[in-house]
Nanobody, 120 residues
Framework: QVQLVESGGGLVQAGGSLRLSCAAS????????MGWFRQAPGKEREFVAA????????SYADSVKGRFTISRDNAKNMLYLEMNSLKHEDTAVYYC?????????????WGQGTQVTVSS
């Protein structure tokens, strides 16, 4: 069983930055790939980024490549998403999850999400 709690969202102007955090509980965190997904109003949830269990491998959606950076701290059971050069179209609720199949098939474990709003 894994419990996930996202934080760090907020309102930011286009071009700005935010850092999202995901606190995970459960012994499986450090042995599983993790990912970030997002869901904008009226749209389906979509893949954003994933990181392997040791952190040596990452994968990004084309829409965020070069702007977002995913990282993790297994000692702290934490997952992060550094978001730079934010665009209005990045506005969404962001969720962290355990990745079932690399890189973008999520598990059934989701947090409550954190809202990111980018004003244009």
């Amino acid at each position: 069983q894994v419990q996930l709690v996202e934080s760090g969202g907020g309102l930011v102007q286009a071009g700005g930055s935010l850092r999202l955090s995901c606190a995970a509980s459960g012994r499986t965190f450090s042995s599983r790939a993790m990912g970030w997904f997002r869901q904008a109003p009226g749209k389906e949830r979509e893949f954003v980024a994933a990181i392997s269990w040791r952190g040596g491998l990452t994968s990004y959606a084309d829409s965020v490549k070069g702007r977002f950076t995913i990282s993790r701290d297994n000692a702290k059971n934490m997952l992060y998403l550094e978001m730079n050069s934010l665009k209005h179209e990045d506005t969404a609720v962001y969720y962290c999850t355990v990745v079932d199949r690399w890189p973008s098939l999520p598990s059934e474990y989701w947090g409550q999400g954190t809202q990111v709003t980018v004003s244009s």
